[in-house]
């Protein structure tokens, strides 16, 4: 007897439940391969595949959380978010040969703290607390706002700071953002010559970005022990399909 179905084999260069956006990038890449099952052979628009991603993971899957990673993996690239009140998201990417972008690439360390955590439950406890959570949203909003200024003048010399002044804003964020052990990973990288840093996705541990003059980076590496080091070498295109189904 001959059955007929699918089979799906996953293949992850980076763990689970780290922050990373592993669960969007899935989704995206599920889309995708599922269309072109089908016989959906046209290119895909970036903007409507991240708007199902979202769909699938916060009403089928009714998964608590934002709306950036499924963007950044549809997108792929460097990209500028912007929301609206209303939800609605613009992309603009910057070109990978834009000097701030390599500067930018030079100046990351990216580190595995070695800690899992659900992204989900973290970002359904800041929901219940969005009421509280004004004036420290109104507080990142306006790191941001500084951050796109020297995008604009396309100088990033100030990064490692305000990543550093919202590592303060965001620890006042109920649900865990961090804990005893990220605060000692940030603190050793800081003695060492970090300028700033922040946790990926919604916090309480995975993966930490650290912003460093690269003159520093190997005395932050020598700090650091019980964590690992992931090259930033470059930025990939997205979501898209490597071969025919």
């Known amino acids: 007897m001959i059955s007929t179905g699918i089979e799906i084999h996953h293949f992850g260069d980076l763990p689970a439940r780290s922050g990373i956006g592993s ?6 890449a599920m889309l995708l391969a599922a269309k072109r099952f089908v016989g959906f052979t046209s290119d895909h628009d970036r903007h409507d595949l991240a708007l199902e991603a979202i769909r699938v993971e916060r009403e089928e899957l009714a998964e608590a959380g934002g709306v950036q990673d499924q963007y950044a993996s549809a997108f792929g690239g460097f990209n500028i978010g912007k929301i609206t009140r209303d939800g609605v998201v613009t992309i603009e990417q910057l070109a990978a ?16 703290t070695h800690t899992s955590r659900t992204s989900h439950i973290l970002s359904e406890k800041f929901i219940s607390n969005a009421g509280s959570l004004r004036e420290v949203n109104g507080a990142l909003q306006k790191i941001a706002e500084r951050a796109l200024v020297g995008l604009s003048r396309g100088d990033c010399s100030n990064f490692g700071h305000l990543l550093d002044e919202s590592w303060w804003i965001k620890r006042r964020l109920p649900g865990g953002v961090s804990n005893e052990s990220i605060d000692q990973i940030y603190s050793r990288a800081k003695a060492a010559g970090a300028k700033g840093g922040k946790l990926i996705g919604a916090g309480g541990g995975g993966f930490m970005l650290l912003w460093a003059d690269p003159v520093n980076h190997d005395q932050i590496r020598k700090s650091l022990t019980g964590v690992t080091e992931i090259p930033v070498t ?12």
């Open 234 to 245: 470059g930025i990939g295109k997205g979501a898209h399909l490597i071969g025919d189904l």
């Open 97 to 112: 040969t834009n000097p701030v972008v390599k500067d930018i690439l030079n100046h990351v360390m990216l580190i595995y």
């Open 23 to 28: 669960s969007s990038a899935f989704t995206c």
